[in-house]
């Protein structure tokens, strides 16, 4: 990009002149990803491939800052675990609670449990991934429990 270099700070390095922008990268000084200015100091963090200042590293939807906390990215962008649960998470078919970004689940098809919940509907023995039948969108472990709960 060709840009007049009299109303910008420029640098000197062997030989060539430089904009601000371009001298940063090429002696590897950070940039912040979520204001886009440089970051001088020594105490910043680093997410998902990208450098933030302290200040900046914050929830994508509630601005809370998360330098100490846990966060789940959405879309290349930090979100609290708060509200992962509340904008974002997807809801057990059995308990019908939302699954947490650090609970494990299991999804078969359009349908998704906590691993937890993942258990025959009729006698309520837990279930692994592999084992079990699907009916009416409720895990059953065998045949006979499907026959049992229809009767029920």
Same mark, same amino acid.
């Given at each position: 990009l060709q840009e007049l270099l009299v109303d910008l700070l420029y640098f000197y390095k062997k030989g060539k002149v430089y904009c601000g922008r371009d001298y940063a990268f090429i002696c590897g000084i950070p940039r912040c990803y979520a204001c886009d200015e440089l970051i001088f100091i /020594?105490? #910043?963090?680093?997410?998902?491939?990208?450098s933030f200042h302290l200040k900046h590293f914050c929830c994508s939807v509630c601005d809370i800052l998360l330098p %100490?906390?846990? #966060?789940?990215? =959405? /879309? %290349?962008?930090?979100?609290c675990l708060d +509200? #992962?649960?509340?904008? #974002?998470?997807e809801v057990c078919d059995t308990c019908k609670m939302a699954i947490s970004a650090d609970q494990t689940s299991f999804r078969l098809d359009d349908l =998704?449990?906590?691993?937890? +919940?993942?258990a025959c509907y009729h006698c309520k023995k837990n279930l692994s991934p592999r084992e079990g039948i699907i009916y009416r969108k409720k895990p059953f472990c065998n045949k006979t429990c499907v026959r049992s709960s229809a009767t029920v």
């Amino acid at each position: 990009l060709q840009e007049l270099l009299v109303d910008l700070l420029y640098f000197y390095k062997k030989g060539k002149v430089y904009c601000g922008r371009d001298y940063a990268f090429i002696c590897g000084i950070p940039r912040c990803y979520a204001c886009d200015e440089l970051i001088f100091i /020594n105490k #910043y963090t680093q997410a998902e491939g990208h450098s933030f200042h302290l200040k900046h590293f914050c929830c994508s939807v509630c601005d809370i800052l998360l330098p %100490d906390k846990s #966060y789940t990215p =959405i /879309n %290349d962008l930090p979100v609290c675990l708060d +509200c #992962y649960d509340k904008v #974002y998470a997807e809801v057990c078919d059995t308990c019908k609670m939302a699954i947490s970004a650090d609970q494990t689940s299991f999804r078969l098809d359009d349908l =998704i449990w906590h691993t937890s +919940c993942f258990a025959c509907y009729h006698c309520k023995k837990n279930l692994s991934p592999r084992e079990g039948i699907i009916y009416r969108k409720k895990p059953f472990c065998n045949k006979t429990c499907v026959r049992s709960s229809a009767t029920v």
